[in-house]
């Protein structure tokens, strides 16, 4: 069964580095997402993103991330300075044109120290 | 704005017994919901859907949901659990366009006695 991948799995960075997160969306899914999920708390939606441009995003996506689709398969998500409160599970998902099930990946958990 | 509550932080059961765990939402018009699981180290996996028609869905696993529009509820159930069912539950209601946001509630971490 297709699948979500995201690579690293873990992540240990400075505060002030720039961090990028890798995901491989399922082949034929059109809309990308971002989720992060802080310890202990929700999972909350970051940014949404469909032929080429952000179609949705949260308040918590600010202007120190961004994602792009470089190629035809990866879509990333680069956090530009890291802050201690970046620290979270960050998970990417995909969705077909025109449904709303949203298949999640495995997760990348960030440290920020 | 939609929103989601679970009102259960932790649930523990009996491995055998039946479970449900609550899910209510806000949302403006007929909403969809999902519940999705998360074991431990693990991503969250689909357990079920409703989008619309049957108010009662049956999802992986054994689950299943029923929608409630009077009670803006959307609860999962097991008729028997297994000592595998132990994870983190979560209730998520999304708007009808294709890519926008999933709104999740807050997780109900489950534990099953042997």
């Known amino acids: 069964e297709p699948e979500v991948t995201q690579t690293p799995s873990h992540q240990v960075t400075q505060m002030g580095q720039e961090v990028i997160l890798r995901c491989v969306p399922i082949?034929?899914?059109?809309?990308f997402y971002w989720y992060r999920q802080i310890l202990g708390q929700k999972v909350e939606f970051l940014v949404s993103?469909?032929?080429?441009?952000?179609?949705?995003k949260s308040e918590i996506f600010d202007d120190q991330f961004s994602v792009e689709r470089p190629d035809g398969s990866n879509f990333t998500l680069k956090i530009r300075s890291t802050k201690l409160e970046d620290s979270a599970m960050y998970f990417c998902a995909s969705s077909e044109a025109g449904t709303e099930t949203q298949y999640f990946g495995p997760g990348t958990r960030l440290l920020v120290l | 704005a939609q929103s989601v509550t679970q009102p259960d932080i932790h649930i523990t059961v009996s491995e055998g017994a039946s479970l449900e765990l609550r899910c209510n939402y806000s949302y403006g018009a007929t909403p969809y919901l999902f519940w999705y699981v998360q074991s431990p180290g693990q991503g969250l996996q689909l357990l079920l859907k409703y989008f619309s028609g049957d108010t009662l869905v049956q999802g992986i696993k054994g689950f299943e949901a029923e929608f409630k529009r009077s009670q803006s509820s959307f609860n999962l159930r097991k008729p028997s659990v297994h000592w595998s069912d132990a994870a983190e539950y979560f209730c998520a209601v999304g708007s009808h366009n294709a890519g926008n946001m999933l709104t999740f509630g807050g997780g109900t971490r489950l534990m099953v006695k042997p």
């Open positions: 993103f469909y032929n080429n441009e952000i179609s949705e």
């Open positions: 082949s034929n899914h059109l809309y």
